[in-house]
């Protein structure tokens, strides 16, 4: 072995070993385990497939996270990501108002998931909440909805607490835009081209794999949201804003059902799969 191949075995043995001994062996324990009657306090029973074919034929909570979480995953992949990428266009130009623009945009972005949980518990709050006191005040009226608690609204509210906050696609988008040559958009502004015509057919074609990169992040961090649901409506009412995550753990640590929950963890990791292969091929990032 060269010296030029021993160092690259020296540096990357210990992210391999990590990887092995964090991820690899805990997935395999995962997929083992997803095929046991398993809980606390109890050795795994092998089952067979009787918690796969229980998810899909009988448990109606887990089969609406499924389509909750599907729903959200396209939400974040088209309006989050095209909120994102359009900021980004717009600061692009470095208007007056450019700097005060993506400050503000960015608070949200840095503040964590559970406080942003706890401002719009109080935003949306029925009684006093900033949302119902305006339109109280509008309409005179008596007005008093909670929008977390209402199977008709609950979706909706919990959505609208992290769908416009698209920060970080903005960044990754205004990156990518500071890395392309200047002297592009004056050749196309010499031919005639105005600042849409470029923005349309010169710029969002160059961004095509950033703006697919975070896509992919957009989508998949719906795989991983846990955290405002659990502290805004906890998955209800009757399942209505129930997505993956949360049933997973509710099913792990509330239910002790840990065989069931290990399974719902492999068709999670399989959905993000498929997720990551979808969008992949839709903005042909391998080419």
Not at 85 to 113: D, E, H, Q, V
Request: glycine share 6%; charged share 15%.
């Amino acid at each position: 072995m060269t010296k030029k191949k021993r160092w690259i075995v020296t540096f990357l043995t210990p992210s391999m070993a990590l990887f092995i001994f964090v991820f690899l062996i805990s997935m395999a324990q995962l997929g083992v385990t997803s095929f046991t009657d398993w809980s606390i306090g109890a050795p795994p029973v092998f089952s067979g497939l009787k918690n796969y074919i229980y998810l899909f034929t009988e448990d109606e909570e887990f089969q609406q996270s499924i389509i909750n979480t599907l729903i959200w995953i396209v939400l974040q992949s088209t309006i989050h990501v095209s909120i994102g990428t359009t900021l980004a266009l717009i600061l692009r130009r470095k208007r007056w108002y450019t700097n005060f623009m993506r400050g503000t945009f960015m608070i949200p972005n840095i503040i964590s998931s559970a406080a942003l949980g706890m401002l719009f518990l109080c935003i949306l709050n029925p009684q006093f909440g900033m949302v119902n006191s305006i339109i109280r005040t509008v309409t005179k009226s008596d007005f008093s909805q909670n929008w977390f608690l209402s199977s008709n609204t609950a979706f909706a509210a919990v959505t609208l607490t992290w769908l416009p906050y698209a920060g970080l696609v903005t960044i990754l988008v205004m990156a990518e835009m500071a890395s392309v040559s200047e002297d592009i958009f004056e050749a196309a502004r010499m031919d005639g081209a105005t600042d849409f015509q470029i923005d349309i057919k010169i710029v969002l074609p160059m961004m095509r794999n950033i703006i697919g990169t975070a896509t992919v992040l957009a989508a998949t961090s719906m795989l991983q949201k846990l955290d405002i649901i659990m502290m805004t409506t906890n998955g209800g009412p009757a399942g209505k804003t129930m997505n993956m995550p949360m049933h997973l753990y509710q099913t792990a640590l509330t239910d002790n059902n840990y065989g069931l929950a290990n399974a719902e963890g492999v068709v999670l990791i399989v959905l993000g799969l498929i997720v990551v292969g979808v969008i992949r091929g839709a903005y042909r990032m391998d080419k």
